[in-house]
Structure formats: C-alpha cells, structure tokens
C-alpha cells in the first residue's frame, strides 16, 4: 500500500510528544503527514534505559530521510530534564525492581503523573513555540493498564491547560482507540513498507533496553510486557487478510 494522501487540518503546526518507540514513532508520521510544522520534545526522567533516548534521534533522522516533505516540516527537536521527578516517581523504569503487578493492581512499570507531568511541560514548550496541538501516542486498547493513558484523563488536562494558559489547548492522541495491530496498519498507510522497517529496526519499545536480538516486530527481549504488546500486535496485523 502507497503512502496516504496529506490530511488538510485547520491548526497548522504540532508539538509531539516523543519517546522514539513504536507509538510515539507512528505518532510524527501522523503528524508530518497532516501539519505544515512540526517539533518533538523528550524527556529525560531517569529512565534506565539510555537507549530510548538514542533511538529517538534515529527515527527523526530517518523519517525526515524517507520523505522530503516530512523533512521540510520537521522543525527541531527539545529535550526536557525532569530526573529529579523520575526519583520521586520511582518504579520499574527508574530503578531496580522487578516488573510486576503491584498492590494498587497497576503494573510496577507505572510512573505515577507521568503524562500528566509530561504534557504540563509539553503545552509551556508549545506556548512558547507558537505551536497549536500536542500529540501524544497515548492508548487505551491495547496498554499496560496507566490510568494516564486513558482519554478521560486526557480530556480532564486539556481543560486543566486551557484554564491554566488561558487559551484552548488540543491534546490529539490518534492511538487512542487503536490496537496494536490497528499501530501497525496505520504506519503502513502513513508510509508503506519502508516506515514500517524504520519502526522495526530503529523506534525502541522495551522495558529491558535490550537491543540485540532483531525479530520480526523489532528490537527487544519478548518477554516484558511492551515487548509481548508489540509482537501481539505484529502477529495480529500480519495475519489479517
């Protein structure tokens, strides 16, 4: 399948929320695809995983090779230090624990206020940048189970920002409603074969860091549960007719 047609949309500019995994990945495709300007932003909050933060460079680079009108309206790229609140929001990701289902019934992976926090950030840096929408690549189909990944928290911020600048503030999350064979498919309709190897090969995903190992839907160790989401998905999207 050909590469989907640019999508005309009234706001004209895009601030996306970017990690350099395989959401956040389909996400800038998504918004090179619909928005004359677009920047990422980052954010270094103690992860473990130095990887993630690497991989996200590569996947800009590469998406802006692969495609001359992305790469004409992919402006700079921001990265935010928030360490000191990755060591109050300790978990899984941050330091030394196992990968499990806490107390709370909510995985140990989670980090309390996480896109809370990172959207705050995301819509001071989009205020100043002159940038009309935040996107995010949050989704409550096919996740790990963080309440902040859920749309009703997402509309609850846009409110709380909007009220807070004092000025409308858009949060769109195209992944919302999606599996993660829906992610797939997305990326292949944005841009065909050679995004889809681009997020095989360079977005990271897994909880481990680990980038040995190249399966068939990436880069990880296929035991975490981002890794077992993401191959899921591979499997159902490649058996679909």
Same mark, same amino acid.
């Given at each position: 399948?050909?590469?989907v047609?640019?999508?005309?949309?009234?706001?004209?500019?895009?601030l *996306?929320?970017f990690?350099?995994?395989?959401?956040?990945?389909?996400?800038?495709?998504?918004?090179?695809?619909?928005?004359?300007?677009?920047?990422? *932003?980052?954010?270094?909050?103690?992860?473990? $995983?130095?990887?993630?933060m690497?991989?996200?460079l590569? *996947?800009?680079?590469?998406?802006?090779?692969?495609?001359?009108?992305w790469?004409?309206?992919?402006?700079?790229? $921001?990265?935010?230090?928030?360490?000191?609140?990755?060591?109050?929001?300790e978990?899984?990701?941050?330091?030394?624990?196992?990968?499990?289902?806490?107390? /709370?019934?909510?995985?140990?992976?989670?980090v309390?206020? /996480?896109?809370?926090?990172?959207?705050?950030?995301?819509?001071?840096?989009?205020?100043? /940048?002159?940038?009309?929408?935040?996107?995010?690549?949050?989704?409550?189909?096919?996740?790990?189970?963080?309440?902040?990944?859920?749309?009703?928290t997402?509309?609850?911020?846009?409110?709380?920002?909007?009220?807070?600048?004092?000025k409308?503030?858009?949060?769109?999350?195209?992944?919302?409603?999606?599996?993660?064979?829906?992610?797939?498919?997305?990326?292949?309709?944005?841009?065909?074969?050679?995004?889809?190897?681009?997020? *095989?090969?360079?977005?990271?995903?897994?909880?481990?860091?680990?980038?040995?190992e190249? $399966?068939?839907?990436?880069?990880?160790?296929?035991?975490?549960?981002?890794?077992?989401?993401?191959?899921?998905?591979?499997?159902?999207?490649?058996?679909?007719?």
């Amino acid at each position: 399948m050909s590469a989907v047609q640019p999508v005309p949309s009234v706001a004209s500019s895009a601030l *996306v929320l970017f990690s350099g995994g395989q959401d956040s990945a389909t996400c800038l495709a998504w918004a090179l695809n619909r928005y004359a300007r677009v920047e990422t *932003v980052g954010f270094d909050y103690g992860q473990r $995983h130095a990887v993630e933060m690497r991989a996200r460079l590569t *996947v800009r680079e590469r998406m802006a090779e692969m495609n001359a009108d992305w790469a004409a309206r992919l402006g700079p790229d $921001h990265v935010v230090d928030l360490t000191g609140y990755g060591r109050i929001a300790e978990s899984a990701l941050t330091a030394e624990r196992e990968i499990e289902m806490g107390e /709370r019934g909510l995985p140990t992976t989670f980090v309390p206020g /996480r896109n809370l926090v990172f959207l705050t950030c995301a819509a001071a840096l989009a205020d100043r /940048r002159g940038l009309d929408v935040l996107v995010g690549g949050m989704c409550e189909t096919d996740f790990s189970g963080y309440p902040d990944c859920r749309r009703d928290t997402i509309d609850a911020m846009e409110r709380a920002l909007s009220l807070g600048l004092d000025k409308p503030v858009v949060i769109e999350t195209p992944l919302m409603r999606l599996t993660k064979a829906d992610t797939w498919a997305l990326a292949h309709q944005l841009g065909g074969e050679v995004l889809v190897r681009l997020i *095989v090969e360079d977005s990271h995903t897994c909880y481990h860091g680990e980038r040995g190992e190249l $399966h068939a839907w990436g880069h990880g160790c296929g035991e975490c549960p981002a890794c077992e989401l993401r191959a899921r998905g591979w499997a159902e999207w490649e058996a679909r007719p």
